[in-house]
C-alpha cells in the first residue's frame, strides 16, 4: 500500500501563482510514473500533467506553459508549478502514483486532492 498526501492548494487571483506538492509514502519498491488530474464542479476528471520515472513529461493543451511539472525521487515527491492561472483552471487537484515508471502503465493510487480556487 502507498499513501499520497497533497498540499499547496488554496484561493490566488487570476494571473497568480500555486505550488501544489504530492508525497508518496509506504511500499513503493520502484520509481513511478506520478502526475496530477483536476476535476472542476460538473466536469469530468482531466489530465493535468504527468511525469515518468525518468523525467520525461506530459501536459494537458489548456495548461502548456503555465503549468511545470518536476519530481525529486528521493523523496518520493511530486510537484505542479502554476504559474498565470486563471479562473477555468478552479479544480481540486489529484496527485496520482503509476503502477510502472512510465504512464502509460496506468494508475495505482491517488491522493485525495487538494482545492485550488482562481478568483476573477
Known amino acids: 500500500q502507498a499513501q499520497l498526501v497533497e498540499s499547496g492548494g488554496g484561493l490566488v487571483q487570476a494571473g497568480g501563482s500555486l505550488r501544489l506538492s504530492c508525497a508518496a509514502s509506504?511500499?513503493?519498491?520502484?520509481?513511478?510514473?506520478m502526475g496530477w488530474y483536476r476535476q472542476a464542479p460538473g466536469k469530468q476528471r482531466e489530465l493535468v500533467a504527468a511525469?515518468?520515472?525518468?523525467?520525461?513529461?506530459n501536459y494537458a493543451d489548456s495548461v502548456m506553459g503555465r503549468f511545470t511539472i518536476s519530481r525529486d525521487n528521493d523523496k518520493n515527491t511530486v510537484y505542479l508549478q502554476m504559474n498565470s492561472l486563471k479562473p477555468e483552471d478552479t479544480a481540486v487537484y489529484y496527485c496520482?502514483?503509476?503502477?510502472?515508471?512510465?504512464?502509460?502503465?496506468?494508475?495505482?493510487?491517488w491522493g485525495k486532492g487538494t482545492l485550488v480556487t482562481v478568483s476573477p
Open positions: 511525469i515518468s520515472g525518468g523525467g520525461d513529461t
Open positions: 509506504g511500499s513503493i519498491f520502484s520509481i513511478r510514473a
Open positions: 496520482y502514483l503509476g503502477r510502472r515508471t512510465n504512464w502509460v502503465y496506468g494508475i495505482d493510487y
